[in-house]
């Protein structure tokens, strides 16, 4: 067996990403792994996924202290910040949760190939927080993969491949916590390979292949039309923020953060959205049965849910998040 040398890695990650924290630790520390920069968002610019979380982090102030070039470009295409790279004379750029597209001429610049890990079992599930559209859609065959990059988003040719079993009832939030853990797992399982320049790949199916955009306000707003179990999907998809909402006919939005689905606890109602308080608990009828509203977000804090005063149906107009 021949000798094993030090491969030269750049990290591409979001400032704030909890993803990206312990893939710069687990690079920063290996004995044959040489971190010579980490790219991550521009200055004023957070990663939206970890915004108001706890225990947040700081990928420029762990790789400033270990001594790690840091770049925070506005445009990680500009051809300077690629000059820039280019001198550092990677072998590997690998990507854990970095929102700017690589192009061709970036993706030329290490001279073995580009890694990313994402978030889904590709070629499903490709694109914006795979998180959130998971648990929407009810999704329970998960995974995470490793890709070789190539331009076309997400789909590249599979290194490896982790799979993960949800049970339907997980929030965004544990979702991505989970699947944080395993892109970590995956990230120490392939670096071996990937010292010693020996790993294979294979094409993505394309008929497998499901692209989700960054989700909008409409994706978030809660629709009493729906069955309450596609409503407790939205609900749990939204959690903890920004957290799924909904308006009143009285024009107050509330952000809604957990729910139970009671099924024909009551009498049919005469219209979905219609509410109800019995020994101070809250209900929301549905196009199927009853939804016991339990928390929702008032000025950033979980609270008991309650409704405003003189409202007695959901609104099931869609509204954008704010307008009132």
Known sequence: MSELHPIR??????????????????????P???????????????????????????????ASERGIPVFRAAKVNDPAVISELAALEPDYFLI???QQILRPDILAVPTVTTVN??????????????????????ELDSGVTAIDVTPEIDGGPVIMQKPIRLTGH??????????TMANV???????????????????????????????????????FTQSSAAIARTVRAGYRRPGAYVSTDRGDQLTILTVEDVGRKFPEPDAPGMLRVESGAVYAASRDGWLRLWSIDVKGEERLARVPDGAARFDT????????
């Open 9 to 30: 890695v750049v990290l591409f990650s979001e400032v704030n990403s909890k993803l990206g924290s312990p893939f710069l630790s687990i690079l920063a520390e290996h």
């Open 32 to 62: 044959l792994v040489q971190l010579v920069g980490v790219v991550t968002s521009p200055p004023g610019k957070l990663c939206p996924y970890f915004i108001g979380e706890e225990d947040q982090v700081d990928l420029e102030k762990q």
């Open 96 to 98: 854990g949760n970095y």
């Open 117 to 138: 890990f994402h978030p889904s079992p590709l070629p499903r599930y490709a694109g914006w927080a795979p998180f959130f559209w998971m648990v929407r859609e009810g």
């Open 170 to 179: 997980e929030t965004a939030l544990e979702v991505r916590e989970s699947h």
């Open 185 to 223: 797992a995956l990230l120490r399982q392939l670096l071996p390979r990937l010292i010693a320049r020996e790993y294979t790949t294979s094409p993505q199916v394309a008929d497998l292949r499901s692209y989700f955009s960054k989700p909008e306000d409409r994706d978030y707003w809660l629709d």
């Open 317 to 324: 107009r869609f509204q954008a998040r704010g307008d009132t």
